[in-house]
């Protein structure tokens, strides 16, 4: 399992503590945010709390987070290597390529910018070891496709994957760090 880190963002006053999902310690949380009208379009998790334990219980190539901001829970996040993913066949992907899929739980946090702190965040710790990173939303989930390319995601195409036509988005290592300059010297490994 891998251990919880946090980051508190240049410019900004948020502290984010990421933490390992659980069944055990989570799947009451991440239950509730996968049966709301906003996620269970794109996540399609919108199922029982006994369903969301075997899923997270499941989980193989797929590492499960639980972000806080200011110690209060919002969002849960899966990273992954992507040549251990589906994905892997659907594009040119390099063999250290990292993905990532993300949901915000309450809805009242869309759009505050705690959402962007979250994905800035995340990026930073996969640029920790990886040179490009890169997600798949839905190509039907405008929200989400904005947010990416204001976070400065490139879009490489659409691509069709097992549960959906998704938009192939990434960033290198350079281009986040030019657009984002301090955010990965900004992550803290915990080692409790």
Request: charge should be negative.
């Amino acid at each position: 399992m891998s251990a919880p880190w946090s980051a508190q963002l240049p410019g900004t006053r948020v502290r984010i503590d990421v933490v390992p999902a659980t069944s055990r310690a989570h799947a009451e949380l991440v239950h509730d945010w996968m049966n709301r009208p906003h996620v269970v379009p794109w996540w399609r998790l919108g199922h029982s709390l006994d369903d969301i334990r075997r899923y997270l219980d499941g989980l193989t190539h797929l590492t499960p987070w639980i972000v806080s901001a200011d110690g209060v829970a919002f969002g849960y996040v899966e990273t992954y290597r992507v040549s251990d993913d589906p994905l892997a066949a659907a594009y040119d992907a390099d063999d250290d390529d990292v993905g990532w899929h993300v949901a915000v739980g309450p809805v009242e946090l869309l759009g505050t910018g705690v959402p962007r702190l979250l994905a800035r965040a995340v990026l930073a710790y996969l640029f920790t070891d990886a040179p490009r990173a890169v997600c798949e939303p839905d190509v039907a989930n405008a929200r989400m496709l904005a947010f990416c390319r204001r976070l400065g995601l490139d879009h490489l195409g659409d691509v069709d994957l097992p549960d959906k036509r998704a938009a192939l988005m990434a960033c290198t290592r350079a281009a986040f760090d030019a657009r984002w300059p301090g955010d990965r010297a900004a992550i803290q490994h915990n080692t409790r």
